[in-house]
């Protein structure tokens, strides 16, 4: 049975940092073919990526991410990180880790719960 299980939300000052988690159980990954991601969705908002990071070590950000976030994978492919800094209101959401297909946003295999973040101006 796969498992994502996030960890690091919270809430914080605006310009401040977070760290999130994620930690994969199970048999997550077609080698090759998939990816760790972070989504976000603000409320009444549709849920976006954020970054995606491959097997080996290939990342991806969008846009609104670049400079500012930064995925990584922690000891093993199955635990990734997501370092958030320079955080504005904006940022505030519930953030979800996920399994998909490498080069897009749309094939999601697996989900975690999620984790809220909470950026006060």
């Known amino acids: 049975q796969v498992r994502l299980v996030e960890s690091g939300g919270g809430s914080v000052q605006a310009?401040?940092?977070?760290r999130l988690s994620c930690v994969g159980t199970g048999d997550l990954y077609n080698w090759g073919r998939d990816c760790m991601a972070w989504f976000r969705q603000a409320p009444g908002k549709e849920r976006e990526g954020i970054a995606r990071i491959n097997l080996v070590n290939n990342t991806y950000?969008?846009?609104f991410a670049k400079g500012r976030f930064t995925l990584s994978q922690v000891n093993t492919a199955n635990t990734v990180s997501l370092q958030m800094n320079s955080l504005t209101a904006e940022d505030t959401a519930m953030y979800y880790c996920a399994?998909?297909?490498?080069?897009?946003?749309?094939?999601?295999?697996?989900w975690g719960q999620g984790t809220q973040v909470t950026v006060s101006s």
């Not at 310009?15 to 977070?18: A, N, Q």
């Not at 297909?101 to 697996?110: E, M």
């Open 99 to 110: 399994v998909l297909v490498c080069g897009g946003w749309s094939t999601v295999k697996y």
């Open 15 to 18: 310009g401040g940092s977070l």
């Open 61 to 63: 950000y969008a846009d």
